[in-house]
């Protein structure tokens, strides 16, 4: 492991009513402490926003671990994700139509899916060279012991996603990053290399259109422009994205436009 390290933890929870997370844990050897960033953006389907009366929301903060903690988290994590867990065959007892029992032994190639299922992206680099070490996508479900039977390659995301969310709210002091800071951050992550090509990684940029849409600046607007006609998606997810870029240079210039009326400059 190098002593630099980041780790990048995306995910979406919820369904009708969701939301859209990303963490990031920064581990420099110059520095005494983790820096962690947290980003999260929560909406819902129009349908459910008419039911609840919800409406969408950003929230943005920053906070630090120690390294001590962080590299237990760090070793804890890179055990999940680089065990070689056998298959455990499942043995059945099967009644034959003459009464005899027999025994059977299933290799469980089935797998429960639902709708309702997160979805999870992890990702650790070298900040210093931009080398990916790993990168392990998944579903995220809320209760492992149910799914189990879909093997450990599905089991293992949501358990490199428990090592790093259970810490947040009891070793990490979070404090409000500043609308200019979020805004800077997030113009940041936007100009990095996806860490997937496919519906994982549209969570992770979306999540940062929706904050330059509400606290963005003319600053957002070259990388909104740019990620609105290429952003390393597949076709159909890039076509999100672009609508929601394009939606969000609309927010700021109708918010620029209206602060330089209200403060009369718009006839100088």
Known sequence: M???????????????????????????????????????YGSALDFWKEFEKTEDS???KR?????????QLM????????????????IRKIRRKDGTWYYSGSGGASMTMSSGDGSILFGLSNPKNGERLI????SLVGD?????????????????????????????????LRPNEAEESAIERLQETPLSNDYNDYY????????????????????LKKISSSNGLE???NKYLSDESLWAIEQITTRTKHIISSIGYDHC
Request: without cysteine; negative net charge.
């Open 58 to 60: 950003v929230s943005f």
């Open 75 to 90: 070793a804890e994590a890179v055990t999940y994700a680089d065990s070689k867990i056998e298959e455990i065959p499942v």
């Open 144 to 176: 492992l012991t149910v799914r189990k039977e879909n093997g450990y390659d599905f089991l293992r995301p949501n358990l490199i996603w428990k090592v790093f969310t259970d810490p947040l709210e009891t070793k990490i002091d979070f404090v409000p």
């Open 63 to 71: 906070g630090t671990l120690s390294k001590t903690e962080f590299d």
């Open 135 to 138: 990168s392990d996508p998944g």
């Open 204 to 223: 992770r940029q979306a999540l940062f259109v929706q904050i330059l849409a509400r606290v963005g600046s003319d600053h957002s607007i070259p990388v």
């Open 235 to 237: 076709p159909n997810w």
């Open 2 to 40: 190098p002593s630099d390290q980041r780790v990048d933890l995306v995910f979406k929870t919820g369904h009708y009513k969701f939301q859209y997370i990303a963490i990031r844990f920064d581990r420099r050897s110059s520095s005494h402490a983790v820096d962690v960033t947290y980003f999260s």
